[in-house]
């Protein structure tokens, strides 16, 4: 059976959430539990993370539910309305692209000039200014300073452990705040405008809570990496994130090595057949410290090696990973 014969069949199984092939996701992880394959278990990747993110429930924590409780799909559905952000715009923007169906595509009021156009050709990232407030960026900070019960006025705390947090990462995907910060008009039309389409779904992701170094705590990564892989053509994509603290250049800020884009191909066909292109040493290539504003937002192209850096500053660097992408994206399985 084709792909797209399975897609249409999935059509017929949208359930009360109105949604195409999430009744597949659910099917795939539970042949997968019970140690079957079949056809229904293959996924398409970018479809699962559309839907997830169309729903409002972010790929980690509804995997992890689905792995960990094993609902029936009503249960199942009655989580993600219990526990996502179920918006009708955004389920017809993911029924229209995985089901094949049209859909009107319209950019206007732009928000990139021509100058900061010129900058993203030759660089490979902008910064979006005043993405949101900062009264918005410090009721973000309050949030993440409740979930790791942390006080902003105690530098003693910032290093407790807490099991939702993996290194600097921060498991916290939903607050009122952060929601509403993902639907920043800016950064909405930051990303239509340099994917040239609006038709883009908005990832559901979590957070970061960089403190600063000292003689019992050390930067734990992650350092310079790519998120995609390194077969080529590497094909376009964005990511981007929200300072929600202040930045200067030495307090953990991100870090990317400028204008990388431009060379990567190059530089991977030049490197020696024997080298894994991850494993070499990318602080060589000239890494930039990315300093700007709480409510600043960066935008770059993922062909750019880029990371978290030792905080040596005196606060911590806390952001906001956000992204909006198009379903049907091209995505390269094979990694490398």
Not at 235 to 242: A, N, T, V, W
Request: charged share 25%; with cysteine.
């Amino acid at each position: 059976m084709s792909n797209k014969q399975r897609l249409k069949s999935s059509e017929l199984e949208l359930g009360k959430l109105g949604i195409a092939y999430l009744k597949e996701i659910w099917t795939s992880t539970k042949f997968q539990k019970e140690g079957r394959s079949s056809e229904r278990s293959i996924l398409k990747h970018n479809y699962v993370t559309a839907v997830f993110d169309a729903l409002g429930v972010g790929l980690e924590p509804t995997y992890q539910y689905l792995f960990n409780e094993s609902p029936s799909f009503e249960q199942f559905e009655d989580w993600i309305l219990e526990n996502g952000n179920v918006s009708k715009e955004m389920i017809q923007l993911c029924n229209s692209a995985i089901l094949s169906q049209s859909n009107e595509v319209n950019i206007n009021d732009n928000i990139l000039d021509e100058e900061v156009l010129s900058h993203w050709e030759s660089e490979g990232y902008v910064i979006i200014p005043n993405a949101i407030s900062k009264a918005d960026c410090e009721i973000s900070r309050n949030a993440i300073f409740e979930f790791l019960d942390i006080d902003p006025k105690d530098n003693s705390t910032w290093y407790n452990e807490h099991s939702g947090k993996k290194g600097i990462m921060v498991q916290l995907f939903h607050h009122p705040q952060l929601d509403q910060n993902r639907f920043s008009e800016k950064i909405k039309r930051a990303f239509a405008q340099l994917w040239k389409r609006s038709d883009l779904i908005v990832s559901i992701d979590r957070v970061s809570f960089n403190p600063p170094e000292n003689e019992n705590y050390k930067f734990p990564g992650p350092n310079l990496h790519w998120d995609v892989s390194l077969k080529q053509p590497i094909p376009f994509g964005l990511q981007g994130l929200l300072y929600l603290s202040d930045t200067p250049a030495n307090q953990g800020a991100f870090t990317l090595v400028p204008g990388f884009h431009r060379k990567i191909d190059d530089w991977l066909t030049h490197l020696p057949k024997d080298v894994n292109p991850r494993g070499v040493d990318l602080q060589q290539l000239g890494p930039k410290p990315i300093a700007a504003k709480a409510g600043d937002f960066i935008i770059w192209n993922q062909k750019l090696p880029h990371g978290s850096s030792p905080n040596l500053g005196d606060n911590p660097r806390i952001v906001q990973y956000i992204n909006y992408l198009p379903i049907d994206r091209e995505i390269e399985t094979a990694w490398i």
